[in-house]
């Protein structure tokens, strides 16, 4: 995990960028105005729930 030691200044918002690569090589980059020790856990939690939906979605729940 890499993140920038140094906030961004971007249209008028302080921003971080945090970034790693997933297990299967993709990049990922989250940009977030909070935490950005906790954003990529964050991002995770997220996606699994996104794709919760989904699967559910796709399956006529």
């Given at each position: 995990m890499m993140v920038l030691n140094w906030p961004r200044r971007l249209w008028g918002h302080t921003l971080y960028l945090v970034g790693t690569r997933a297990p299967r090589g993709e990049?990922?980059?989250?940009?977030?105005?909070h935490a950005?020790?906790?954003?990529l856990e964050d991002y995770r939690q997220r996606w699994q729930t996104e794709c919760l939906f989904a699967?559910?979605?796709r399956r006529g729940f």
């Open positions: 990049q990922v980059i989250v940009i977030t105005a950005p020790e906790q954003a699967v559910m979605k």
